[in-house]
């Protein structure tokens, strides 16, 4: 499936290693509160220590736009030391490859690992501006990519980089986890067993357009959930009260609903719904809801979860299934009261013995909130990158990685 050279096919003893991460996690008072991300990347970075490169990790940390202490890597650089059981050196630069980095390279020995400041604190990170891919070049003999979460953007860590490394002929090539997501990812939409079922929810149809395209023609059955729902319940003709809805992809639903008939798919949408006044707010409050059936939103009410019916026949259309892939929740997960849906389709996930592929982002939340991450066979850290792969789009971070031979 991958035709990329991967940590394995290259020898980094003594070698300068520029490795890109992706450290981008949830930080509250200078406290990781989810390290999930750097968890998925110690596999890489043992592998090129135990083969005795210098390892110099790098990441970006959330969107600042400059220097930024609130966006710092350094929390990070002290809980991977915890993790790894060996110092990860935090070179402060301000620019990234400044003098502290620099000289923190040239004193490292083999083995050692170094961890940069936020790739972003540099402006022309996200422009893919060469000055900033010269700078990270300068530092690097190889490059590894193990960063799938922005695999799908082209930056100076991931793309730029590479551009000046290969004219130099050093490698280039990812690492296991990048590696493992598009084996998952791609195996699971390109050749899975079957059946194969296709689970999509989240709020907007807009975000996952050509997400359901591609998966109608690659999928045995697609089952609709979340707040994209109710824009196919208005294609049906439905009342759907003060539902979230898509008025500018209603037509685009109703040529979905045409193209799973015409290729022979089942296409589920839910046939209950849980209904309230409003959106919660906060996110988590108390509120009161009755469940309708979905031809019958009342018009002053909110669809914010799929009800009891739809949660069996989702469940039962899993049971059978070989290969499932899912791509956000069925409703307000966050709120206990507007989370049985999404409980239940992770439920009916973890008692299969299909091969689950959680894509990303939300879902990938919600499965481990809810305490059945373990139960599934692979978790995506790619919100985007997931979402764009499962389009069937190119990553350009992939893309950039040498080939095998």
Known sequence: MLNKKSVDDINVKGQRVLCRCDFNVPLKDGVITDENRLVAALPTIKKLVADGGKVILCSH???????????????????????LGQEVKFAADDTVVGDNAKAAVAAMKDGDIILLENTRFRKEETKNIESFSQDLASIADVFVNDAFGTAHRAHCSNVGVTEILKKENKPCVVGYLMQKEINFLGNAV???????????????????????????????????????????????????????????????????????????KKLYLPIDTVVAAGFPDPIDAE?????????????DKMGLDIGEKTQAMYADAVKSAKTVVWNGPMGVFENPILAKGTI?????????????????GDSAAAVNQLGFGDKMTHIST????????????????????????
């Open 344 to 360: 239940a389709v992770a439920k009916a996930l973890a008692d299969t013995d299909a091969t689950t592929v959680i894509g990303g």
């Open 287 to 299: 509120i009161a809801v009755e469940t309708v059936d979905s031809d019958k939103i009342p018009a």
């Open 190 to 264: 390109d050749d899975p067993k079957r059946p194969f079922v296709a689970i999509l929810g989240g709020a907007k149809v807009a975000d996952k357009l050509n997400v359901i395209s591609n998966l109608l023609e690659k999928c045995d059955t697609l089952i609709i959930g979340g707040g994209m729902a109710y824009t196919f319940m208005k294609a049906k003709g439905y009342e759907v009260g003060t539902s979230l809805v898509d008025d500018t992809k209603v037509d685009y639903c109703k040529e979905m609903m045409d193209k799973a008939e015409s290729l022979g």
């Open 61 to 83: 940390l959330g969107k600042p736009k400059g220097p930024d202490a609130k966006f710092s890597l350094a929390p990070v650089a002290k809980r991977l030391s915890e993790l």
């Open 382 to 405: 790619g919100g985007g990158a997931s979402l764009e792969f499962l389009e069937g789009k190119e990553l350009p971070g992939v893309a950039a990685a040498d080939d095998k031979d």
